[in-house]
T-cell receptor
Framework: GQNIDQPTEMTATEGAIVQINCTYQ??????LFWYQQHAGEAPTFLSY??LDGLEEKGRFSSFLSRSKGYSYLLLKELQMKDSASYLC??????????WGAGTKLIIKP | NAGVTQTPKFRVLKTGQSMTLLCAQD?????MYWYRQDPGMGLRLIHY???????AKGEVPDGYNVSRLKKQNFLLGLESAAPSQTSVYFC?????????????FGPGTRLTVL
């Protein structure tokens, strides 16, 4: 079967750095996405990785290792507005997105 | 541009009632999707469409029907609602299923079936 694993919840301090991990087992691989979802709102796109390595976009970076079936999202200089759920999703061989359950990130002052 | 819009935002149904959720997008996207999101679970694909007049089943299609009569609209129907269909429903659209397929989501519909 297809499976995406992420921690259920993480807590971090304002101004700090946090890394959210995602491991996956899917039938085929056509890229990995990270989305942010604030409580009661729609998911919004953060990043896309299809090749191994690190993609940096401002305070957010995303890393991919296809051989290990592993990705992480790195958030720097945390702000209170970063409190949200972070969803990892993998595009499989049928170009369908398989979604993880999400990681709820709590930022404390 | 409004992006992706959904109506209604909230709805309460009794078991056995029917309803239709409407999704509209103004980005000229070919692909549209209906997902449900339940606590502790990832988004699950119900049905999707790769263009006007086409629909296909996703991971959890039972109990739902869809129609895509116009490119900009994607309707999700529940013929006979059941409590197991209590969920938050999200519509999304994208330009295609190429290697880069950012999906744009609507604000969601919170459905409760009593």
């Amino acid at each position: 079967g297809q499976n995406i694993d992420q921690p259920t919840e993480m807590t971090a301090t304002e101004g700090a750095i946090v890394q959210i991990n995602c491991t996956y087992q899917t039938s085929g691989f056509n890229g990995l996405f990270w989305y942010q979802q604030h409580a009661g709102e729609a998911p919004t796109f953060l990043s896309y990785n299809v090749l191994d390595g690190l993609e940096e976009k401002g305070r957010f970076s995303s890393f991919l290792s296809r051989s290990k079936g592993y990705s992480y999202l790195l958030l720097k200089e945390l702000q209170m507005k970063d409190s949200a759920s972070y969803l990892c999703a993998v595009m499989d061989s049928n170009y369908q997105l398989i979604w993880g359950a999400g990681t709820k990130l709590i930022i404390k002052p | 541009n409004a992006g992706v819009t959904q109506t209604p935002k909230f709805r309460v149904l009794k078991t056995g009632q029917s309803m239709t959720l409407l999704c509209a997008q103004d980005m000229n996207h070919e692909y549209m999707y209906w997902y449900r999101q339940d606590p502790g679970m990832g988004l699950r694909l119900i049905h999707y469409s790769v263009g006007e007049g086409t629909t296909a089943k996703g991971e959890v299609p039972d109990g739902y029907n869809v129609s895509r009569l116009k490119k900009q609209n994607f309707l999700l129907g529940l013929e006979s609602a059941a409590p197991s269909q209590t969920s938050v429903y999200f519509c999304a659209s994208s330009t295609g299923t190429g290697a880069y397929n950012e999906q744009f989501f609507g604000p969601g519909t919170r459905l409760t079936v009593l």
